[in-house]
């Protein structure tokens, strides 16, 4: 069976590399694997302190599936605040503790703060796996990343080194990741869903949606999949559609057919000239303007009308990107 290979993408890895996609395809191993057979010191990431821990577990090493391929004993061991990933090989003295050979580092994104005076300039990769969740975290994830992408960074590009590339591994769940959202990532990978593309490459990013894969096809007619064929979890694991978004009213108009209604920070509003709808998009126009300091007035003047005629889908979206910053950061539907 043919498995997802980060090493097929080699050529196309940027500062930000995403591979998003279904469940159990290979994204961990592959990307395990490469780095492990690179030998260059990389960083293992997770969201939170839980989750790191639990990696240290018998249960929850990252590295089981490949140390059974490999026969290898690679696992993690707590330092302080932080986490050490060893190759454990026996010793050949006997009664001597077994050898750990340093492998990289792991670390919580949550708890990243700590370790802002730390020298990791051995690093070459960071893994972060699983990095977007339903849920919404208790910290703010986007600065986190950005906060620790250049503590392990610091200036190498300033000398002439090539920079750090990230790994950044997760299922489906849901395309508005602080992340992808901080970076402005969001609104290509629309386009790419919309234009069917697998694959697109940036100066500073590359992503990869990861379908069409052998094993999502095959995993189809497994026993769990036969039985949630028509379910959102079938949708996120083996379609990789981001089944936890909402994309109703998204919907391209003839904008001539419009007059600009007003404008909340960077969302215009319009209102058809004929008939009693609305349209949302980033498409400036000459109109009453509110700063974000005003939304109250804002939601005074346009808000309740709006959060009325939503739910009577008479309101479009231009893209999904200003239909989720609308209704939840400036609405709060």
Not at 33 to 56: A, H, K, M, P, V
């Amino acid at each position: 069976m043919k498995w997802l290979e980060i090493r097929n993408y080699e050529k196309k890895f940027r500062p930000l590399t995403f591979f998003i996609g279904g469940r159990g395809i290979g994204k961990t191993y592959s990307s395990i694997q490469y780095l492990i057979e690179r030998g260059d010191l990389f960083l293992y990431l997770r969201n939170t302190q839980i989750q790191i821990e639990e990696s240290c577990s018998l249960m929850g090493n990252p590295f089981s599936s490949y140390n059974r391929d490999h026969d290898r004993n690679i696992k993690l061991v707590p330092e302080k605040k932080h986490f050490l990933i060893v190759d454990e090989v026996e010793n050949d003295v006997d009664d001597e503790k077994p050898v750990q050979k340093l492998v990289g580092y792991a670390a919580a994104l949550s708890t990243f703060e700590n370790l802002r005076g730390v020298d990791l300039s051995e690093v070459r990769y960071v893994l972060f796996d699983e990095f977007i969740e339903k849920r919404t975290l208790a910290f703010n994830q986007f600065d986190s990343f950005s906060h620790m992408y250049e503590t392990v960074s610091r200036n190498r590009e300033l000398l002439g080194e090539p920079p750090l590339i990230c790994f950044m591994l997760s299922n489906s769940q849901s395309l508005f990741n602080p992340i992808l959202q901080g970076y402005g990532i969001v609104r290509q990978i629309e386009t790419m869903i919309v234009n069917g593309q697998d694959t697109h490459t940036d100066q500073d990013y590359f992503i990869c949606l990861c379908k069409d894969q052998e094993v999502s096809q095959k995993k189809q007619n497994t026993a769990l999949y036969r039985l949630s064929r028509n379910s959102h979890i079938y949708r996120e694991n083996i379609e990789n559609d981001f089944v936890n978004d909402d994309f109703s009213g998204i919907q391209n108009v003839k904008l001539t057919e419009y007059s600009p209604l007003c404008c909340y920070d960077d969302i215009f509003i319009y209102k058809h000239k004929s008939q009693p709808i609305y349209h949302v998009t980033w498409t400036s126009g000459t109109c009453q303007k509110f700063g974000p300091e005003e939304r109250s007035l804002f939601l005074r003047t346009f808000g309740v009308n709006l959060r009325m005629l939503i739910p009577l889908n008479r309101v479009t979206f231009s893209d999904a990107s200003i239909k989720h910053k609308l209704e939840t950061e400036v609405l709060k539907i």
